[in-house]
């Protein structure tokens, strides 16, 4: 059974920086491509940000470019997002994704919020 767990959402200052971190179990996370979405109140989901099942080839939304690292830890299962730099415009719930078998699958997203 695929489960993906976010976890690292917060409140921060505008400027500040957090890392997101989401855990994969129940299909061979070294062989598949992650990402991380983000929806803000009243839009539609995002991509922010893609890495390869390698890890070697990673890939941004032009408005986080700069700011955003993903990053994965293929011995544990894990991907991550660093967010430095953050925006009142990156408050959203972000949500991790991984496509295995022809079906999506999404964590229950955690909240960020940027604000002073």
């Known amino acids: 059974q695929v489960q993906i767990v976010e976890s690292g959402g917060g409140l921060v200052q505008p400027g500040g920086s957090l890392r997101l971190s989401c855990a994969a179990s129940?299909?061979?996370?070294?062989?598949?491509?992650m990402r991380w979405y983000r929806q803000a109140p009243g839009k539609e989901r995002e991509l922010v940000a893609l890495i390869s099942s390698p890890g070697d080839t990673t890939n941004y939304a032009d408005s986080v470019k700069g700011r955003f690292t993903i990053s994965r830890d293929n011995a544990k299962n894990t991907v991550y997002l660093q967010m430095n730099s953050l925006k009142h415009e990156d408050t959203a719930v972000y949500y991790c994704?991984?496509?295995?078998?022809?079906?999506?699958?999404w964590g229950q997203g955690t909240q960020v919020t940027v604000s002073s």
């Open positions: 994704y991984a496509r295995y078998q022809w079906r999506d699958y």
């Open positions: 129940g299909f061979t996370f070294s062989n598949n491509g």
